[in-house]
């Protein structure tokens, strides 16, 4: 009989061989046990109880002398199911800790209207349930009314919601076009800055709305959650 298959469920040598001696003795004591299965006595005695604390064996106590027995074969299974259900217990923190290791932090650089462009479709394609934005100037309309119509569209039909932070500068061009699934507010500040910040998901846009525009797309989990937290704090306190 090929036995693998006992180790590959995690049975050792010594367990298989206490396992299958008592499948044939029946009923037995430790001695029969022993004398059958060709261990020493430690090694059987110590056996029996990780067997027992499997649910493998069960045992009756006579006097000072335990007389055990092999449980049927088919609770083998339910062994293999406790186990199975033991490990997906924690199968999502096995997952979550091979996605971290695999997402090692990445930075790229765009630079002009075209790279600008590139960034953006990046962030467009990485997921995520909402599109945060802050520091949004009316320098970005270099990129043409038409483009970011178009490109909120897009993210609209991905299902995905926005919560757009523009700089008051902005804001008669928002009353002339709507994005869908999104809310807009307006941060009051006395300087314009012209550097705007796009969160999607596990990436960062950095845009510099120079005159040749440079932007910078991070790809990292930690960064993002730290960038949302900065923007939910902006979002609160932002006028509608």
């Known amino acids: 009989m090929d036995i693998s298959i006992l180790e590959d469920i995690g049975l050792t040598n010594a367990e298989i061989k206490v396992y299958l001696s008592l499948l044939e003795l029946g009923s037995s004591t ?54 199975k259900e033991r490990f997906e217990e924690i199968l999502p923190e096995l997952l979550l800790k091979q996605k971290l290791s695999k997402e090692k932090p990445e930075v790229t650089v765009y630079r002009g209207i075209n790279g600008i462009k590139e960034l953006l479709m990046e962030l467009l394609e990485a997921g995520g349930k909402e599109h945060h934005t802050f520091g949004s100037t009316k320098e970005s309309l270099m990129m ?78 930690i960064a993002a959650n730290s960038y949302n937290f900065f923007f939910n704090n902006l979002w609160k306190k932002a006028h509608q």
């Open 30 to 83: 430790a001695g029969p046990i022993i004398e059958k299965s060709g261990l020493q006595s430690s090694v059987v005695h110590a056996t029996l109880n990780k067997l027992v604390e499997k649910g493998l064996l069960s045992f009756i106590k006579e006097g000072q002398r335990r007389h055990y027995q092999a449980a049927n074969p088919q609770h083998i299974v339910e062994f293999i199911n406790n186990k």
């Open 144 to 221: 043409t009314d038409g483009f970011w119509v178009n490109y909120h569209k897009k993210r609209a039909a991905l299902g995905i919601k926005a919560k757009l932070l523009f700089n008051e500068s902005l804001r008669g061009w928002c009353e002339g076009y709507k994005h869908p699934l999104a809310e807009v507010r307006f941060i009051k500040e006395k300087t314009e800055q012209f550097t705007e910040t796009i969160i999607r998901n596990n990436r960062i846009g950095l845009i510099i709305w120079t005159e040749v525009p440079k932007g910078i797309l991070i790809h990292d989990s």
